[in-house]
């Protein structure tokens, strides 16, 4: 059981686009930054967005995300097919001092 | 450029000890405010952060395995040693080690990963 909390997965046809919802607590997202990986099958994740709100070094303005007391939300416009992998958001634990990372949900372009 | 590179056996038996290395190279263990973490990914699951060790030496493990793991570093060396102790059927699989930046001893993000090395645990 992860202790942040992502839907397992969503869907959404090309040229679309999504959100996925990561959901904490005080101890977490509420007092630390969030980071969001992208992890495509069989590799490594990849940074996508850190500090919250800030892209990675390479990483399209088709990638966004925000932060709001306990939850952060990535959002992915104008998606491609390249973009069906598995999204895990991050962050630190202040009461665990623990890494903590989400379930991971699973991008389908439909 | 940087990277990291784990390396470590590909089986292990019940009960034996765990040690993976972590190579680095772009950076320096003892650049302020870097440190590495190990993260690890049983097969089809999340990923799940197991420990980190700071430029300053600072060390951090999960509650809930911290009496099995150990973490280390060798600066000069460029690599940091995870060992895991009395290893399980359930701890099977892919261990990474991510460069971590930190501050005010908060980590803030897992910045370069490595590719990842698969652990099975079986007899």
């Known amino acids: 059981q992860s202790v942040l909390t992502q839907p397992p997965s969503v869907s959404a046809a090309p040229g679309q686009t999504v959100t996925i919802s990561c959901s904490g607590s005080?101890?977490?997202?509420?007092?630390?930054?969030v980071s969001w990986y992208r992890q495509l099958p069989g590799t490594a994740p990849k940074l996508l967005i850190y500090?919250?709100?800030k892209r990675s070094s390479g990483i399209p303005d088709r990638f966004s995300a925000s932060k709001s007391a306990t939850s952060a939300t990535l959002g992915i416009t104008g998606l491609q097919t390249g973009d069906e992998a598995d999204y895990y958001c991050g962050s630190w634990d202040s009461s665990l001092s623990a890494g903590v990372f989400g379930g991971g949900t699973k991008l389908t372009v439909l | 450029q940087v990277t990291l590179k784990e390396s470590g056996p590909v089986l292990v038996k019940p009960t034996e000890t765990l040690t993976l290395t972590c190579t680095v190279s772009?950076?320096?263990?003892?650049?302020?405010?870097?440190?590495v973490s190990w993260i690890r990914q049983p097969p089809g699951k999340a990923l799940e952060w197991l420990a980190h060790?700071?430029?300053?030496?600072?060390?951090s493990y999960s509650s809930s395995l911290k009496s099995r793991l150990s973490i280390s570093k060798d600066t000069s060396k460029s690599r940091v040693v995870l060992t895991m102790t009395n290893m399980d059927p359930v701890d099977t699989g892919t261990y990474y080690c991510a460069r971590t930046y930190f501050f005010d001893g908060v980590v803030r993000v897992f910045d370069y990963w490595g590719q990842g090395t698969l652990v099975t645990v079986s007899s």
């Open positions: 005080t101890s977490n997202i509420g007092n630390s930054y």
């Open positions: 772009g950076f320096s263990l003892s650049s302020a405010r870097m440190g």
């Open positions: 500090d919250n709100n």
């Open positions: 060790i700071f430029s300053n030496d600072e060390k």
